[in-house]
């Protein structure tokens, strides 16, 4: 890994599909933004209103389908890597059970960092190896995604909204959790979300999307010292991070969408 | 599940019911009749069809060729998953053609002129089941890829599958428990066809023993043969409802 090139680099990407009617709809518009290397993982949230694209770009890191315009760097080498996705569903397969979904990720990578034991262990489901997903919470199916993702040792992690649908109480043991690998296995995360609870309690920078054409608006970095007042939303350094991104979708006209629910 | 071990309960209990019936009304009210035949002569009748109708033999004909044809089919569609799922190559369009004029003429002429050019080959039966069985789970697969759960489709890519291992891995897996429930609708039809088709034929089969019966117009063998079909169509659907319960069971 190169230290003096970012991890991520978006240049200028851009993004039309052409409608039914024969127009082109511009989804995204000059996206730029970078993620710098760090000795640590970090979680940066892309938060966004509803329809604003963030999925689309997620899709474009993820190189599942390519951008209309602009470049994407990683490391400074614009050669395609393999970023593995959560969907905003539960993706874990339903055919295969807790270990052979792992095994499935373990399966397509020769770089392993983790066996399937140890993946099993890092998110959580020792005792579940033979379980399958079908009837389970979201929170267990995110598990497994997450564990099948992880085994590909990738530089990132993308998220889409997943945690939108969980309960409370599966939320926050998801919360916990992403912190937990991110600060401990130094994963990064990408993650696109419509809740700024969310991004300011994860994340280490938020990057704030306006509505269709989307661009880039505004970025916060969040130093991880105020962790544990983050958590409290009546802090004092919470309302500061709230209120900026107010201003930010304010000045942008871009307000409406976003889950500002504590 | 409850509620449908009392459904199914109930019907066993009006099969039971029609069985008391039929023993009752045909045996000692209305012996003489044509309507149904004599419930003593049926059973009776067993040692004529082993002999004179050679029943192993046409039944093991019908069986082998309508399972074998259902499995064989399967597993090439199985085989051929990442061939047929994109719609413009040559073996879709191959298929979609054979979809295409199977929607002007009935299957039922293709059969016919089947037994026209091949009337002394008993292989034509099994070709002409397995093109049924194949054409139809093809479709079935082609329509059903369509509507893959999206989410697996993005996990799937972005954990940089190629499109023949999605198609394998992914897709497939998805769609199998679609097909299983076709399987299980298209067992009665190809049973239906199947028997249709050795009457006209001739040779081998049960439709052959149905076709001799009622030549003979015997009433008991042909009622035979129909509690034969009728309970080997059930063993073999149950049959499958296991196979799909054991290895196909997921949502």
């Known amino acids: ?262 | 599940m409850n509620i449908r071990k009392n459904h199914l309960r109930k019907i066993y209990l009006f099969l039971l019911s029609y069985f008391i019936l039929w023993i009752v009304l045909f045996e000692w009210l209305l012996p003489v009749n044509h309507i149904l035949p004599k419930p003593s002569i049926v059973f009776e009748s067993f040692p004529y069809l082993w002999n004179d109708y050679k029943l192993p033999l046409n039944y093991l004909s019908t069986i082998s060729v309508v399972y074998i044809s259902l499995f064989l089919s399967y597993f090439c569609v199985k085989i051929l998953s990442p061939y047929i799922k994109e719609k413009d190559n040559f073996i879709s369009t191959f298929i979609n053609s054979f979809e295409w004029f199977s929607e002007f003429i009935p299957g039922i002429i293709i059969a016919l002129l089947l037994i026209f050019w091949f009337p002394e080959s008993e292989f034509v039966e099994f070709i002409f089941a397995f093109a049924t069985a194949f054409t139809s789970l093809i479709i079935k697969f082609q329509n059903e890829s369509e509507n893959v759960k999206e989410e697996y489709l993005f996990a799937a890519q972005s954990l940089g599958l190629s499109e023949k291992k999605i198609t394998q891995l992914v897709i497939w897996k998805d769609v199998q428990p679609k097909l299983m429930a076709h399987i299980l609708n298209f067992h009665f039809y190809i049973w239906t066809v199947l028997i249709i088709f050795e009457f006209i034929k001739g040779g081998l089969g049960l439709g052959v023993i149905f076709r001799r019966a009622l030549e003979y117009k015997d009433l008991s063998a042909i009622f035979s043969v129909f509690l034969i079909t009728g309970l080997t169509i059930y063993f073999g659907n149950l049959s499958l409802r296991i196979i799909r319960n054991k290895f196909i069971n997921w949502n």
Not at chain 1, 248 to 256: D, I, K, P, R, V
């Open chain 1, 1 to 262: 890994m190169n230290q003096n090139f970012p991890l991520l680099k978006l240049e200028s990407i851009g993004k039309s599909f052409p409608s039914e009617a024969g127009l082109t709809i511009r989804v995204l518009e000059n996206i730029n933004f970078d993620i710098p290397v760090s000795n640590k993982g970090t979680i940066t949230s892309i938060l966004a209103p509803f329809g604003s694209g963030k999925s689309t770009l997620l899709k474009i890191i993820s190189g599942i389908i390519e951008q209309s315009s602009g470049n994407i760097f990683f490391n400074n080498s614009d050669r395609k890597k393999r970023i593995p996705l959560i969907p905003e569903k539960p993706s874990s397969f339903p055919w295969l059970n807790v270990k052979q979904n792992i095994e499935f990720g373990l399966n397509l990578t020769e770089e392993k960092k983790y066996d399937k034991q140890e993946l099993i262990s890092l998110v959580g489901l020792e005792g579940y190896e033979n379980h399958f997903p079908d009837d389970k919470s979201l929170g267990f199916r995110f598990r497994i995604s997450l564990a099948r993702a992880a085994a590909l040792n990738p530089s990132f992690i993308l998220i889409d909204d997943s945690f939108k649908q969980m309960n409370n109480e599966n939320r926050e043991e998801i919360y916990k959790l992403l912190i937990e690998i991110s600060v401990k296995e130094k994963q990064n995360f990408i993650l696109a979300t419509t809740n700024l609870v969310e991004a300011i309690r994860l994340s280490d920078r938020i990057f704030l999307m306006s509505k269709k054409p989307a661009e880039i608006i505004h970025r916060i970095e969040i130093d991880k010292k105020y962790s544990s007042d983050i958590r409290n939303h009546t802090s004092e350094i919470f309302t500061k991070f709230k209120s900026e991104i107010e201003e930010a979708f304010e000045s942008a006209q871009t307000l409406t969408t976003i889950n500002y629910s504590i």
